[in-house]
Nanobody, 118 residues
Framework: QVQLVESGGGLVQPGGSLRLSCAASRSFFGINAMGWYRQAPGKQRELVAA???????NYADSVKGRFTVSRDNAKNTVYLRMNSLKPEDTAVYYC????????????WGQGTQVTVSS
């Protein structure tokens, strides 16, 4: 099994920045994709940012130009840097990692709360 430990969430003012981290207990060798999702109260969980093993990225329209997904292979960690945060970004953020050998839906972090408020 793979454990994903998320950190970096918290309370931030509009316009501020946060960096979320997702540390995996397993090497990224053989990984297919890494993604960040979020779920706000009363809303469906949505894909925020994705990074494939080949280095391609994909972002939700609502965060393009503000969020950046990256990884550090040596640390088995994927990051989500969030700049120019808006109240609409308030949500629980979850990381998801998928390996070739893993179940179809991969593994999920425990979630970290991001609250953007004055």
């Amino acid at each position: 099994q793979v454990q994903l430990v998320e950190s970096g969430g918290g309370l931030v003012q509009p316009g501020g920045s946060l960096r979320l981290s997702c540390a995996a207990s397993r090497s990224f060798f053989g990984i297919n994709a890494m993604g960040w999702y979020r779920q706000a109260p009363g809303k469906q969980r949505e894909l925020v940012a994705a990074l494939t093993s080949g280095g391609s990225t994909n972002y939700a329209d609502s965060v393009k130009g503000r969020f950046t997904v990256s990884r550090d292979n040596a640390k088995n960690t994927v990051y989500l840097r969030m700049n120019s945060l808006k109240p609409e970004d308030t949500a629980v953020y979850y990381c998801n990692l998928r390996w070739d050998w893993a179940p179809t839906n991969g593994y999920w972090g425990q979630g970290t709360q991001v609250t953007v408020s004055s």
